[in-house]
């Protein structure tokens, strides 16, 4: 069975930054690529991210290009998202995702950013 527990969410001031974390089980982490995606109030989800299988390639949204950065520790099944210069509109619940798709994904992590 996939589990993708996130963490790392919070409150954080308009150019703070956060670091989320993903731990991935239940499926060969290291041979698939993953997601992150994001819903805010009232919005769909937006992907976000994505990180391939060796963690040597990521992309990004326009919207936080430059901003985030994805990574991978494939010893460790876990997959990081860190945010910086974090602005009101990053306010959402973030997901990490098992690719292809975000079917498969945890029960995600609240970002507030406010002053």
């Known amino acids: 069975e996939v589990q993708l527990v996130e963490s790392g969410g919070g409150l954080v001031q308009p150019g703070g930054s956060l670091l989320l974390s993903c731990a991935a089980s239940?499926?060969?982490?290291?041979?698939?690529?993953m997601n992150w995606v994001r819903q805010a109030p009232g919005k769909g989800l937006e992907w976000v991210s994505a990180?391939?299988?060796?963690?040597?390639?990521?992309a990004y949204a326009d919207s936080v290009k430059d901003r985030f950065s994805c990574s991978r520790d494939n010893a460790k099944n876990i997959t990081y998202l860190q945010m910086n210069s974090l602005k009101p509109e990053d306010t959402a619940i973030y997901y990490c995702?098992?690719?292809?798709?975000?079917?498969?994904r945890g029960q995600g992590t609240q970002v507030t950013v406010s002053a």
């Open positions: 990180i391939d299988s060796s963690g040597r390639n990521a």
């Open positions: 995702a098992k690719a292809p798709g975000w079917s498969q």
């Open positions: 239940g499926f060969a982490f290291s041979t698939y690529s």
